[in-house]
C-alpha cells in the first residue's frame, strides 16, 4: 500500500515503499481511531532498526491505512475537490456555499470513491511516511515507540481534518503543513530524525 505526502501547496508525490497487506500492527480501535503497534521493541532508537524491522513497522503502518474511518474521511477530501471542477465561474468565491451542481459532484465523487474503496486499496494522504531504507534514521536516538505514535497521530489527525469536510458547505480545515504535523511528531523534527517524518 502506498501513502500520498501532503505538502502545503497541495502537490503530492507518491512515497510509501515499504507496507504489506497482512502482518502485524496497524488496529482500529472501533472509535475511528488507529493505534500503530508493529511488535517491535518500543525502547529501541530508530538508528539501530535492521531493515526487518523496519518492514515489520511499515506493514503495521500499511494495515492501520485501511481503517474504515480513514478511508471514508480520505473519499470525503476526494469528493470536495471533485467538486470544485463543478463550477462554471472560474471567478467564483471559494467561501460562497456549494452551488447544486457542485454538492452533486461532490456526492457523485465520494460514492464512486467508496465503491473504489471497497474493491481496490486507496491511496491516502499523510504528512508522515515511513522511508523504505534504515538509512532515513542514520543518528536518530528517536524510539520505535515515539515513531509509532507520531504515525498513529498522523493517521488519526488526517482522518479527523479529513473528515470534517461536507459537500454541502463551503468550509474548509488549515491543510497547512504545520497543522498537518501532529504534536507527537515533534520530537522527530527536532532530533535529527527528519528522514523519518517524509521531509
Known sequence: MRIIR??????VSLAFACG?????????????????NSGVDDSKPLSMLSDAEL???????????ASEALLDSVCK???KFASFGASTDPN???NAAPTPA????CNDAYEECKADAASTPLDTMSATDVP???????????TVGQYEACLTASLNLLT??????????????DLSAAAMQPAACTALASAQCTGAIGN
Do not use: R
Not at 457542485?102 to 459532484?105: C, G, K, L, N, Y
Open 6 to 11: 501532503l505538502l502545503p501547496c497541495f502537490c
Open 20 to 36: 504489506g497487506d497482512s502482518g502485524g500492527g496497524g488496529n482500529n480501535t472501533g472509535s475511528g481511531s488507529t493505534t500503530i
Open 55 to 65: 518492514q515489520q513497522i511499515g506493514t503495521s503502518f500499511g494495515n492501520a491505512q
Open 77 to 79: 477530501f476526494t469528493a
Open 92 to 94: 467564483a468565491n471559494p
Open 102 to 105: 457542485q454538492v452533486e459532484a
Open 132 to 142: 523504505d531504507s534504515t538509512d532515513a534514521f542514520a543518528g536518530c536516538n528517536v
Open 160 to 173: 479527523q481534518v479529513f473528515g470534517s469536510l461536507s459537500c454541502s458547505s463551503s468550509a474548509m480545515p
